[in-house]
């Protein structure tokens, strides 16, 4: 073969490769024209979907939006009401419990007082009701001794006890 011939098959071989490209190019633009026509379609139904949700959560937010600012400063307000009254509670519940602490000892030391007088006006009663009744005693016990001795008759072992211990504390 002679090159003229080698050089023609090179340069049919070579339009043949780049016919082939041209081909292959053709089909790739074709085939992205098609994603990019189908692509504007999806993004235009997304559009089309997403467009009025965000114009309703924009009119909801402006419509809310204030509502919620009230609501926000009233909790604010609320709150601090909340605090200051629990302040005030705490104050009032100090001063409560400082007066009854107060009361309470008033009332230990009159308790005390009445319990002591009490005891002390017992003691006094006891005594009045007790010396009158030793004195009857005393005066019974010797009224038996002299009876007991006027009928015993004059003396047969020697002298016979005038007291018992019993009776220590009787005047006669």
Known sequence: MNNETLLVVF?????????????????????????????????????????????????????????????????????????TQGEELHVSATEILERVRRQSGRLDLMFTSMLDNLERASSVVVTAVNTPLRQISAVAAFAKAAIGTLRAGPAQNGPQPTHSPADKDLFV
């Not at 997304?46 to 402006?62: C, E, K, Y």
């Open 11 to 83: 340069v049919a071989l070579t339009a043949v490769a780049v016919l082939l490209q041209g081909i292959v190019l053709l089909a790739l633009f074709f085939a992205l024209r098609k994603t990019a026509h189908s692509m504007k379609e999806e993004i235009s139904d997304l559009h089309r979907t997403i467009t009025p949700m965000v114009t309703d959560a924009r009119d909801f937010l402006t419509r809310v939006g204030p509502k919620i600012d009230a609501i926000t400063t009233d909790l604010a307000g609320l709150s601090q009401g909340l605090r």
